[in-house]
Structures are given as structure tokens and as C-alpha cells.
């Protein structure tokens, strides 16, 4: 039942150490927790390469893609293990507060550090703390998104569809 609450932003989550063990997982259950300190909780299914690595370096890096990425987004989704990194034109570099790498061209990257974990069935939800961020100044200006800049939008479970979104705001 939990496609009733599609569609999902899409995002990647960055694990492991450049130059030694690195994956990346995308990732729809994604979450602010709190605000002030400001975290994020993320869903990892314990058989997952991301997992063993998120638990072993109490880190991760939540990365904000675009359509430009969307080859590199299917790839991340759909194959598992480190050998499909060879496949993707994501360019990885050092993040600045933890020693998990950021991806270059994504729109935004969040440094995390691991608070908490908690398993809920067959996943367990990371919690962790942002520790510093990184964004495209063209795309997020006064603390609101350019909708122009292709976010991604998974449309539902078990298909590669996604969406982005229009420039069409509604008040009330």
C-alpha cells in the first residue's frame, strides 16, 4: 500500500570512503526529521551495500539530482553493488565535513552524520544530522527551489517513471 504515496522525490544517497569503498543507492523514503538540529532520516533495507556501509562509517551524503542525471539516477536504482559506479557519469568529489564524497554535479549535496538508526520491518531508518550542505546558487535562490531545474520525481514502485515538475505555483 505504500505506493499510495506516490509520487516521491527522488534523491542519492552517498556511502562509503573516495579512493576506497563507495557506493551509490538512489533513494525515494527520505525525510526531514527535525529542523533545528537539522536532519534527515533516511530508509535502508539491511541487504543493501549502502547499509553496510552507512553502519560502518556513521555517514552518508543525500544528493539532489535532475533530469541531466536521470541515466545515472536508473543506474543507482536498479543495480546493485560498487561495479555499476564504472557505468555512471557522476563526478564524485571530497565533501568538506565528512569523508563520504559528494557528487559534483548534483544540484545539492547534505553532509550527514550519523545519529541514529532504527529497524522498522525490512528496513531501518537512518537518522542524520546535516552537518554542512551544498547547492547550486542558480537553482535554489531566497530558500525556494527554480522548478526549472528538472527535479526528479519517482512516479511509482518497481517501474523506472519519473517526473519533474512545472513552474506552475499555487497559493491560496
Known sequence: MYWLLYPLRTYLIVSGRLGEE????AADWV????????TIAVAIAPIRYTYKLV??????????????MLGDVSIA???????????????????????????ENAL???????????PYGDYSLFVGEVVT???RED????????LTAGFLAHLTVGKLKFATFKEEIYTP
Do not use: Q
Open 139 to 146: 537553482v535554489f535562490r531566497n530558500n525556494e527551489p527554480n
Open 133 to 135: 550542505y551544498h547547492y
Open 108 to 118: 545539492a549535496n547534505l553532509e550527514c552524520k550519523v545519529i541514529g538508526e532504527h
Open 31 to 38: 525525510t526531514i526529521a527535525s529542523s533545528n538540529p537539522f
Open 55 to 68: 553502519k560502518k562509517y556513521n555517514e552518508f551524503v543525500v544528493a539532489v539530482p535532475n533530469l541531466d
Open 22 to 25: 563507495v557506493n551509490i543507492m
Open 77 to 103: 536504482g536498479s543495480e546493485h553493488g560498487p561495479e555499476k559506479l564504472k557505468k555512471m557519469r557522476l563526478k564524485l568529489t571530497s565533501a568538506s565535513k565528512v569523508k563520504t564524497p559528494i557528487i
